[in-house]
T-cell receptor, first 112, second 113 residues
């Protein structure tokens, strides 16, 4: 099976930079994704890393290291609207199954 | 474009009742999924479909059935609802294996009393 671990809560200051870590265990996977979910809303796709390294999309960047079974989401120039839950998710392969396995989510609190 | 539409948005059921949740997408996506989200548990995959006429079990399939008779629709059925099925249900769709991300519906909040 697959499992992902991420911190349950992170607090940061408006305008600062924050990193949300994700460690995982899996026997095989295509890549690591990140999703954002505001309270009461639907998850929205942020980024996908198929290969090791950094992917940048505006203020958000995501990193993957397959050798360390580790990834992170980096948010820069934090804004109050970034207060949300962030989920890492593995697109796993093998075993005849398909789909994303999600971590339990990190609640990001932005303070003024 | 509407994207992924789920109906209903809210529902209260009595234990033992049945219901069907409807998911419709207008993006011509092959893959569709049903997840449930419970506090502190993240999203867990119930069933999924890789194309019209196909369905498969996910991580937590017990107590649920699905059908994909048309490419744009994916139905989730509860034959005999139980309080443990109280949850928020999300439908999602994707074009391929996840590079472009999943598009989620706005969710159905189901309470079983």
């Amino acid at each position: 099976g697959q499992s992902l671990e991420q911190p349950s809560e992170v607090t940061a200051v408006e305008g600062a930079i924050v990193q949300i870590n994700c460690t995982y265990q899996t026997s095989g996977f295509y890549g690591l994704s990140w999703y954002q979910q505001h309270d009461g809303g639907a998850p929205t796709f942020l980024s996908y890393n198929a290969l090791d390294g950094l992917e940048e999309t505006g203020r958000f960047s995501s990193f993957l290291s397959r050798s360390d079974s580790y990834g992170y989401l980096l948010l820069q120039e934090l804004q109050m609207k970034d207060s949300a839950s962030y989920f890492c998710a593995l697109r796993y392969s093998g075993g005849g199954a398909d789909g994303l396995t999600f971590g339990k989510g990190t609640h990001l609190i932005i303070q003024p | 474009n509407a994207g992924v539409t789920q109906t209903p948005k809210f529902r209260v059921l009595k234990t033992g009742q049945s219901m069907t949740l409807l998911c419709a997408q207008d993006m011509n996506h092959e893959y569709m999924y049903w997840y449930r989200q419970d506090p502190g548990m993240g999203l867990r995959l119930i069933h999924y479909s890789v194309g019209e006429g196909t369905t498969a079990k996910g991580e937590v399939p017990d107590g649920y059935n699905v059908s994909r008779l048309k490419k744009q629709n994916f139905l989730l059925g509860l034959e005999s609802a139980a309080p443990s099925q109280t949850s928020v249900y999300f439908c999602a769709s994707s074009y391929s294996t996840g590079v472009d991300g999943y598009t989620f519906g706005s969710g159905t909040r189901l309470t079983v009393v």
